[in-house]
């Protein structure tokens, strides 16, 4: 499995709202409601923000929402604010294919608040 | 409160061996697969392997494949990664993670992991 797609990096002021999109392809984002998205500050472990592709875990703030069409996935932080400043990383579980289990991620996407 | 803590990590030669472990508490171990996952210094992270709740399956990433071994004692909470033949491109941090479903809910700190002459 090759990586998923994602910016960068993207940025945006306080209040505002920002989208980062995870592409990926049919064996992965497109076939599968598997998609994840973690959030990680410099030197931190990475946090659990987004789960099967619109789920948010307990303790998640409601402005952060995920979807997805087709092969992307995409990520939605509205009302931005200072602590969202991280790298935003999506993943993709294609499941138990072939009796096996893997997970790809994407590259990573810096996200600055101006 | 879940907690997850590796350690091992450490200054390895190449070629050589390394033997990572997580320790779990907060919640009942034995109930969830555990991975290990991996960030190379300025990099993105990279799934390494599963073992399933009894120990009686895993799963590899391709890269590590037949050099990396996952284990896990459910009576000790614990969960290893043993990786031989260490190259440069196994130089990253290592997170253990807990599965649940297709994510990974709770994460260690991590254990930096060097290979190098």
């Known amino acids: 499995q090759s990586a998923l797609t994602q910016p960068r990096s993207v940025s945006g002021s306080p209040g505002q709202s920002v989208t980062i999109s995870c592409i990926g392809t049919?064996?992965?984002?497109?076939?599968?409601?598997?998609v994840s998205w973690y959030q990680q500050h410099p030197g931190k472990a990475p946090k659990l923000m987004i789960c099967?592709?619109?789920e948010r875990p307990s303790g998640v703030p409601d402005r952060f929402s995920g979807s997805k069409s087709g092969n992307t996935a995409s990520l939605t932080i509205s009302g931005l604010q200072a602590e969202d400043e991280a790298d935003y990383y999506c993943?993709?579980?294609?499941?138990?294919?072939?009796?096996?289990?893997?997970?790809?991620f994407g590259g990573g996407t810096k996200l600055t608040v101006l | 409160q879940v907690h997850l803590v590796e350690s091992g990590g450490g200054v390895v030669q190449p070629g050589g061996s390394l033997r990572l472990s997580c320790a779990a508490s907060g919640f009942t171990f034995h109930n969830y697969g555990i991975h290990w996952l991996r960030q190379a210094p300025g990099k993105g992270l990279e799934w390494v392997a599963l073992i399933w709740t009894d120990g009686s399956k895993t799963y590899y990433a391709d890269s590590v494949r037949g050099r990396f071994t996952i284990s896990r004692d459910n009576s000790r909470n614990t969960m290893s990664l043993q990786m031989n033949s260490l190259g440069p491109e196994d130089t990253a941090v290592y997170f253990c993670?807990?599965?649940?479903?297709?994510?990974?809910?709770?994460w260690g700190q991590g254990t930096l992991v060097t290979v190098s002459s």
């Open positions: 049919s064996s992965d984002v497109g076939g599968y409601n598997y």
């Open positions: 993670a807990r599965s649940t479903r297709y994510h990974f809910d709770y």
């Open positions: 099967d592709v619109s």
């Open positions: 993943c993709s579980s294609a499941g138990s294919s072939a009796g096996s289990y893997t997970w790809v």
